[in-house]
């Protein structure tokens, strides 16, 4: 039921594309015509930046660590008006498309454009990895089919949306797509809010526990951890031995639970953990810093100087401005994005709370980012609870197709010039772009897709965001500078982040731990201080053409050395 | 960059026809466009700066004065609230002001450059 439902709005969903799609010719492949208003834009670009990560992790996140989770989509929100501040209009007025061409524009260099085009791919890979993850619990929420037909789903979308159209093609759908994606997390938290019975303990100081009986089905052989003793009646592999349903006891401490068994709790039980998520009182949760991470408060200002600077560095944002008509309607649409944004902040704190009350099995399956997918079923059973599952599902589907079809065109409007250039590179960048994600799937090890996403994060603000600030604002920059900080941040940031996603059971603990978890509050620095540094070492190689190209970053249309245009 | 000879010329350079600062790449008007870039910058710095006041301010704010945790308005503490609701709030009106006074920094700078 909830799956036809949910097909069928996909369905309709995807409907739209073919009356927007456009001539497969290569200029329309990478851009819409430079006729869509700010609003419109504006729409298309938060429709973009509210991916499978944003839409479905962030409840999950704040459901497993609480408090301390709620700074990513304020560092998301401020990394837009950072954007707003220092980049949009003059990159814009640069009249680059990527920010491959804004480097070779700016400096004169193919050897700076190739490794911004390098780091971009790697941005693109790390983003829609996260996608992929996103596609595959929704699907194996709603009709319980194996993760990987989800990964399939993007990679189809992706191909079919993308291949013919280009940009031209999924303006539309992702503005579309962002309103279709602000109802599904509307309408919903409006119902939970009316029918939530207010039994308000989430933050009580005890552990989360079952507030009915539950039956949790273990997805993959996991350890879990148990605060209490608990009866329980297990069917499968527990500990080593096999189960057909009996009751037992629990006894405090760790087991290990094969995948596709089941174990039902009574009411009032304590939710075994898995031992990837840190138990914590309800108090502890919903304080901040008191969530014993190690080095909370550096974990957070890294996280933080990642995301607003690393917002900038997301390729798939920047080329959306292109479709601005000037300067100043490119700042009114970054504008408009940061009140798109900040109205989807509101949601993550609310489902994370429900999530903690009403999904606390997820702690245990470690499967956070079917938090909000599970949510409308065990608040409102019934039909009602059948119709706000299909609406999110399709909310979810939105987010990781649009986001993945951005990535996509703006990666491959990065590369394809490397690839042949024209149509045919166009193509084959989009296969390159699509089909690292797909063989590295099975191999990334955390199932928090927001805490992926955070990686793209922190390799675009190490890498491209020294670039970004310092062409458009200093008349020092010289290539050899571009270039080399772009590899001493944008290297160790990356390597940190395969450390991250390819790790089990992640990262080690003390400083390095904390570091290669979230590199960039050293990356960051270090990236600016190397390209200032080398710059001013290579005096003699200002690029003759900066003070025309300052001009016309500068310079309102008409205006500029270049006139208009 | 230090040998380039800055012109310093009265603002109206930058009212010279375009075909003719395109071929005169030392003629485009620096100092205009440097006092635009200047006005400019400042907006960008002030706007940077609210932003690394309360992304940076709030965290220490919120570890040295767990006090703050505990407070609750209509039942949601203080720290939920202020990072889910007011934040945002701010971040939204940071942008409109910064378009507002980057809007008006380029009008000045068109009607000094092209006195009607």
Redo the contacts between chains.
């Keep these: 039921m909830i799956t036809m439902l949910a097909m069928a709005l996909l369905i309709a969903s995807l409907a739209i594309v073919p009356a927007r799609g456009g001539p497969a010719q290569a200029s329309g492949l990478y851009t819409a015509a430079r006729e869509v208003s700010p609003w419109w834009n504006a729409s298309a670009i938060s429709g973009e930046y509210v991916s499978a990560a944003a839409f479905l992790g962030m409840a999950g996140l704040v459901l497993a660590y609480g408090?301390d989770m709620?700074?990513l989509?304020?560092?998301a929100?401020?990394g837009?008006?950072?954007l707003?501040?220092?980049v949009t209009?003059p990159l814009r007025r640069s009249g680059a498309y990527t920010v491959s061409d804004f480097a070779e524009w700016r400096l004169g260099s193919r050897r700076a454009r190739r490794a911004v085009s390098t780091c971009v791919l790697v941005i693109g890979w790390f983003y829609l990895l996260p996608q992929f993850q996103g596609a595959g619990v929704t699907l194996s929420v709603i009709s319980g089919l194996p993760v990987w037909t989800g990964w399939l789903v993007v990679v189809a979308a992706v191909v079919v949306l993308v291949l013919p159209g280009g940009v031209r093609s999924i303006t539309g759908v992702q503005a579309v797509q962002f309103w279709l994606k602000l109802m599904a997390v509307t309408i919903p938290a409006l119902v939970f809010i009316a029918v939530w019975r207010l039994q308000?303990d989430a933050?009580a100081a005890r552990p989360p526990y079952f507030h009915r009986d539950t039956t949790v089905t273990a997805d993959t052989s996991a350890g879990i951890h148990l605060t209490a003793p608990v009866a329980v009646a297990v069917t499968g592999v527990l500990d080593g031995r096999h189960h057909h349903g009996e009751r037992l006891r629990l006894t405090a401490g760790r087991h290990r639970v094969r995948a596709g068994t089941r174990i039902r709790f009574p009411a009032g039980a304590p939710v075994p953990h898995t031992s990837r998520i840190a138990l914590l009182r309800g108090d502890r949760w919903?304080?901040?810093?008191?969530g014993g991470r190690e080095h909370?408060?550096a974990a957070?200002?890294s996280v933080?100087l990642a995301t607003?600077l690393g917002t900038m560095g997301l390729p798939q944002i920047t080329v959306r401005f292109y479709t601005n008509a000037c300067g100043?309607t490119a700042?009114?649409t970054?504008?408009l994005v940061?009140?798109m944004?900040?109205?989807f902040?509101?949601f993550?704190?609310?489902f994370g709370t429900l999530g903690r009350l009403y999904t606390p099995e997820l702690l245990m399956t470690g499967e956070t980012d079917a938090t909000l997918l599970l949510l409308p079923h065990r608040i409102v059973p019934g039909v009602t609870g059948d119709l706000l599952t299909a609406l999110v599902a399709t909310g979810a589907f939105a987010a990781f197709t649009s986001t993945s079809c951005g990535v996509v065109v703006a990666v491959s409007g990065s590369i394809a010039q490397g690839l042949g250039g024209g149509a045919r590179g166009f193509r084959a960048a989009v296969l390159v772009a699509v089909a690292v994600p797909l063989l590295a799937a099975p191999w990334a090890c955390s199932p928090q897709s927001a805490t992926l996403v955070t990686v793209a994060f922190a390799v675009a603000a190490s890498s491209l965001s020294p670039l970004l600030v310092l062409g458009v604002?200093w008349?020092?920059l010289t290539p050899a500078a571009a270039t080399a900080g772009i590899l001493a941040g944008g290297v160790p940031a990356t390597a940190a982040g395969l450390a991250r996603v390819l790790g089990d059971p992640g990262p080690g603990s003390g400083w390095l731990g904390a570091l290669v978890e979230q590199p960039a509050i050293v990356t960051v620095p270090l990236a600016f201080a190397v390209t200032v540094t080398v710059s001013l070492l290579t005096?003699d190689r200002?690029p003759?053409?900066?003070?025309?190209a300052?001009?016309r970053m500068?310079?309102?249309e008409?205006?500029?050395?270049?006139?208009?245009g | 960059m230090s040998e380039r000879v800055t012109v310093t010329g009265p603002p109206s350079a930058a009212a010279r026809p375009p075909h003719r600062a395109a071929q005169d790449p030392e003629g485009t008007g620096a100092a205009p466009v440097r006092s635009l870039m200047r006005v400019q910058a400042a907006h960008a710095a002030l706007t940077c700066a609210i932003v690394a006041l309360v992304g940076g301010g709030l965290p220490l704010l919120f570890a040295w004065e767990p006090v703050l945790s505990r407070i609750r308005i209509l039942g949601v503490r203080l720290p939920w609230l202020v990072l889910s609701v007011v934040v945002p709030v701010v971040w939204v009106a940071v942008a409109r002001r910064h378009v507002r006074l980057a809007e008006r920094a380029e009008r000045d700078f068109a009607a000094m450059a092209r006195p009607e």
Excluded: C, K, Q
């Design positions: 408090a709620l700074w989509p304020i560092g929100a401020a837009h008006v950072v707003l501040a220092l209009a308000n933050d919903a304080t901040p810093f008191a909370p408060l957070t200002y933080l607003i100043r700042r009114r970054a504008g940061v009140l944004l900040a109205v902040s509101l993550p704190a609310l604002w008349r020092r005096p200002v003759e053409r900066t003070e025309r300052m001009a500068h310079l309102p008409g205006l500029g050395p270049d006139g208009p």
